[in-house]
């Protein structure tokens, strides 16, 4: 039923290091030895899949979702919307994407997020939706909040959606961030800095689009999101008959 | 010059950062009500076929400091070593199951059933297996390693096969506790480090 030739490799010179002495945390959190790199297998070729029947009406719209839709949340209203495609540059149609962020004050409603902006009774931080035939998703939510966090003395984390994608092989799992167009805050961030790479950093700043704006209503920011491909070819050993 | 390769690039990975629980795992951070339920709460529903075990284990830092805020999922085959999804996969089996690490202990326990072998291209057959898939604070782009078990026969998996420092392999194996349960523990970094996979 699924296609199971093999994933192209990932690209790591391409993704961040997983050691970043400004990123303090990673310095104890990374591994020293290489990784074992070998062919992805079956069981990095399938991976989970997730029906519409899972989504509720508001599970995409984090201004409605935390109250029931009995009142909006606070802040700047946004529209985040993009496709998630793969290295071939094929859609990836019916995957899940879920998303996280913190409120327009830049607080978390988590139990270690300790930081003095309040809380917003309307507003708990995450939503989910399901990508369609054409690799489409859309969320509506408000634009978070900078925040401050222990690293160095003065960091700030540039305002960000936290984006979580399945793909349709559990080897293309991703999670990542989505920056906004014009924040001076991501060039300071040691957690961009992760990525060496400033053009492939820049991939993750989500440019305003006016054209998918509403005026009096909210704002638009696109942001699109490519997972591993798989190797195409005629030339392969399939004993599972695809 | 030569014809151009229209090729796109991976989107960058960064870290799932502290908060990661109120994404993926909403009602274990506190979030009621979002969702009827948080997903992946379980990789078997009741019938599954096979030996049920458990799997308790903790993710230790370079200091040897159990993670306290770590996600973690896992994929599997169904116990005759079927994917999910698959023709003649166990229904029971969902293969997919999304568990933290204990905001004061540190351990985190994976309940499934024992996948079966799994076979490969080219009559590769590979040792019952879990796989996983490690995202925390510090952590910029998510882990992959397997859990394998000391009770089955290791001996010709060819991922095992391919570390060439052998005590390394013993990282991968979880070890009997007791009748159906296991410990496996991972170390991110340092003595004993976990090997983690690229592919
Ligand atoms: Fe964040």
Redo the contacts between chains.
């Keep these: 039923?699924?296609d199971r030739a093999?994933?192209m490799?990932?690209?790591?010179e391409?993704?961040?290091?997983?050691y970043?002495p400004d990123?303090k945390?990673?310095?104890?959190?990374?591994?020293?030895?290489p990784?074992?790199?070998?062919?992805?297998?079956?069981?990095?070729e399938?991976?989970?899949?997730?029906g519409h029947s899972?989504l509720?009406p508001l599970?995409n719209d984090l201004i409605r979702?935390?109250s029931?839709g009995k009142a909006l949340a606070i802040g700047e209203r946004i529209r985040v919307h993009g496709r998630v495609?793969?290295?071939?540059?094929r859609p990836v149609p019916q995957t899940?994407v879920?998303?996280?962020q913190a409120n327009a004050g830049g607080r978390?409603?988590?139990?270690?997020?300790t930081y003095f902006a309040p809380l917003d009774p309307n507003f708990?931080?995450?939503g989910?939706t399901i990508t369609d035939d054409d690799g489409r998703y859309e969320f509506m939510t408000i634009r978070p909040g900078a925040y401050p966090w222990p690293n160095r003395a003065n960091d700030w984390r540039p305002m960000h959606i936290?984006f979580?994608v399945f793909g349709h092989a559990?080897?293309q799992?991703?999670?990542?961030?989505m920056y906004f167009q014009g924040d001076p805050l991501i060039d300071l961030c040691p957690?961009?800095a992760?990525?060496r790479d400033r053009s492939?950093?820049y991939?993750?700043v989500a440019p305003l689009d006016m054209q998918q704006s509403r005026g009096m209503d909210y704002l638009a920011y696109r942001f699109d999101?490519?997972?591993?491909?798989r190797r195409q070819t005629m030339f392969?050993?399939?004993?599972e008959g695809m | 010059m030569v014809q151009p390769l229209?090729?796109?690039?991976?989107?960058?990975?960064?870290?799932?950062?502290?908060?990661?629980?109120?994404?993926?795992i909403?009602s274990f951070?506190?979030?009621d009500?979002?969702?009827?339920e948080d997903?992946?709460k379980s990789p078997i529903s009741e019938g599954a076929k096979g030996e049920i075990i458990s799997i308790t284990g903790a993710i230790l830092?370079?200091?040897g400091?159990a993670?306290r805020?770590a996600m973690i999922?896992s994929?599997?085959?169904d116990a005759a070593g079927i994917?999910?999804?698959?023709?003649g996969a166990d229904p029971k089996v969902?293969?997919?199951c999304r568990f933290a690490t204990d905001?004061d202990s540190g351990d985190f326990t994976l309940r499934t059933v024992k996948p079966g072998p799994?076979?490969?291209?080219?009559?590769?057959v590979?040792a019952p297996?879990i796989?996983l898939?490690i995202?925390?604070?510090?952590?910029?782009?998510?882990?992959?390693t397997?859990i394998y078990f000391d009770d089955e026969d290791n001996s010709a998996d060819?991922?095992l096969a391919?570390?060439e420092q052998r005590p390394r392999v013993d990282t991968l194996i979880a070890k009997t506790t007791g009748a159906g349960s296991y410990r496996f523990d991972i170390r991110?970094?340092?003595k004993g480090?976990?090997?983690?996979?690229?592919?």
């Design positions: 039923m699924t093999a994933l490799p990932r690209r790591r391409l993704q961040p290091d997983p970043v990123y945390t990673s310095v104890t959190r990374s591994p020293a030895l990784l074992l790199s070998m062919e992805s297998t079956p069981s990095e399938t991976g989970p899949r997730f899972l509720g599970d979702n935390f029931e495609l793969d290295e071939t540059g899940l879920e998303i996280w978390y409603r988590h139990i270690k997020d708990g931080g995450c989910r936290h979580s559990f080897g799992r991703l999670i990542t961030q957690i961009a992760t990525i492939q950093l991939r993750l999101i490519v997972l591993r491909g392969e050993n399939k004993p | 229209e090729a796109l690039v991976e989107t960058p990975s960064q870290t799932a950062g502290p908060y990661v629980h109120i994404g993926c909403p951070a506190g979030l009500g979002v969702y009827p997903l992946g830092d370079g200091t400091w993670l805020d999922e994929w599997q085959a994917s999910p999804g698959d023709d969902t293969g997919f905001k799994v076979r490969g291209r080219n009559g590769q590979f297996h796989s898939w995202v925390a604070r510090g952590i910029n782009i998510g882990l992959n397997r060819p991922l391919r570390i991110l970094q340092g480090e976990t090997v983690f996979l690229d592919l």
